[in-house]
């Protein structure tokens, strides 16, 4: 089995993982509807490359409001990787604690909101530390992580809780431990990385249920679509009407900030 067929074969395991999660996925779609559907948001959080499953939820194309896409540039902005703002300042940065709440501190937080807490380890500070603040604040949590990445990690709190040590729900991404997958003959580590993909399959089959129960319920969602599926002038009455509702979910977020 070469590489290519090495990477490929890996990533079908981790499909096998996440469909055997099919109820959990269910029941998490079924926690965000029910925000989305009283007029609140889900806030979804991840730090360093964990961002990329922020953005994968909202907003791109297949998406629709009802997401407060949470994503912090000095703990997500990587290319630049060394020099100011580099790679070794945001690492720093995402195991400083204090900085979650600092950052949920721009919010009103309501009981009626849920959040998606996203980290392959489960065990850098600031994401442990939002998903307890968010359920400090009666906020369900559902945690997104490498389930045995995470076992055989060392938690960077003190006192050795981890992201899954703060959620009413786990997901699993499926990846090895150390997330790399891929063995090439003469090199030492793997590489190749899988915690990406497992991640985005779980978000988009999230958002997929809750797609679905948005609508059962009569409330149909404003789906970011391409004007070559549904027309130009169709097309930007869906990206304006979903990033005015965006602005109106949000802007209840902020109505009693310090009050």
Known sequence: MNVIQQYLSKSRSLLDTIEQQESSIQTAARLFADSILAGRMVHVFGSGHSRIMVEEMWPRYGSFPG??????????????????????????????SGLADRILRNFDLSDLDTALVISSSGCNVVPIEMAELFQQRGVKVVALITKDHSDQSTSKRTDGKKLSDFA???????????DAMVQVPGLDTPVAPGSTLGGAVLVNCIKAEVARLLTEAGQPPKVLSAGVVVGPERAVELFEAAYDEHAHRLARLYANVGK
Request: charged share 10%.
């Open 67 to 96: 997401f407060n896409p949470i994503v912090e540039l000095s703990l997500t902005f990587h290319n630049l990787v060394v020099g100011a703002n580099g790679q070794r300042q945001a690492m720093f940065l995402e195991n400083v």
């Open 168 to 178: 009413d729900l786990v997901l699993d991404t499926g990846a090895p431990v150390g």
